[in-house]
């Protein structure tokens, strides 16, 4: 072999040798920048400063009326002696989904807008998206739930409360925990498998799936296929069940003779039809839109409507259209100014 060709040969192995090593490297430093990233900033609503104290007095006045109606709501139901039924044993653990979700947000969103540097540590943010994935999915399941519950009331009244005992309630709900359950462990386990190398702003105000996986530097296939799999599974099983309950709900209605009777069996399910309509229509056009029209800003709004907005409207609708969530509400208020004159 001549001089040239050794040398041609000595160049290519130390070039091939030289890749290896920057591969390792590479890795190695993937691996390193994993443990050292201990954070993310969190981009948050808006980067205007002076909105942050108009949005941080906006919204911490939707969350005080959503804890005060969502635990108002509970303790109506539990010391109400005419709110002992089904549908009332569900209704309070909508609130009590309500009230957990939007403070699994909010708390930290506050923080947020009085602080320069919207940190949160890299456990707080897979804290907070097991929580968020447990209470959003356990909505969509407690919705059917619901359903299911009106459903038997109005198309089967006479036998009412034995199909839906007390232990019938009590699986029911379980079964709607469990699924929240194993949706958020999925989705968390699946993200904490994860590199994250850089870099570590969330864009986003809270630590939600897609702006997560926007961020690793390992591959996110898992992550996505598992995302739309359960995604699709949790999202069209209860919508297909909660549409099946409402058509037999709507031909029972409509084969009542009277107009007063179609009048009262229509109000026993219109609340819990409005608090599907403004939950399902949210998570639609945040979730179901082009990627085409995919815009940010909306994305944000719609985000802010389904953690904040939504878990603030449900118990004013089922109390402004309950007559007896009122009847027990204006009880309670008058034996409080009868004790206050005294």
Known sequence: MSNNGKYY?????SSFLHRVASLKLCKTMASLNHSTVTLFILEGLTDQPELQVFLFVLFLGIYVVTVVGNLGMILLIGIGPQLKSPMYYFLSNLSFVDLCYSSAITPK?????IEDKNIISYNECMTQ???FCFFIVSECFMLTAMAYDRYVAICSPLLYNVIMSQRVCCFLATAVYTMGTFAALVHTSSMVRLSFCGPNIIKHYFCDIIPLLKLSCSSTYLNELLLVVVGMFNVFSTT???????AF???SILSIQSAEGRSKAFSTCSSHLAAVAIFYGTMIFMYLKPPSSSNMTQEKVASVFYTTVIPM???LIYSLRNKDVKDVLKKIMRCTMHNTSM
Do not use: G, Q
Not at 9 to 13: D, H, N, R, T
Not at 109 to 113: D, M, S
């Open 249 to 251: 709900i709507l031909s």
């Open 313 to 315: 409207l449900n118990p």
């Open 240 to 246: 297909i069940a909660i549409f099946i309950s409402y």
């Open 9 to 13: 040969f000595v160049y290519c192995v």
């Open 109 to 113: 969103l506050l923080v947020n807008f």
């Open 129 to 131: 998206l097991f929580f």
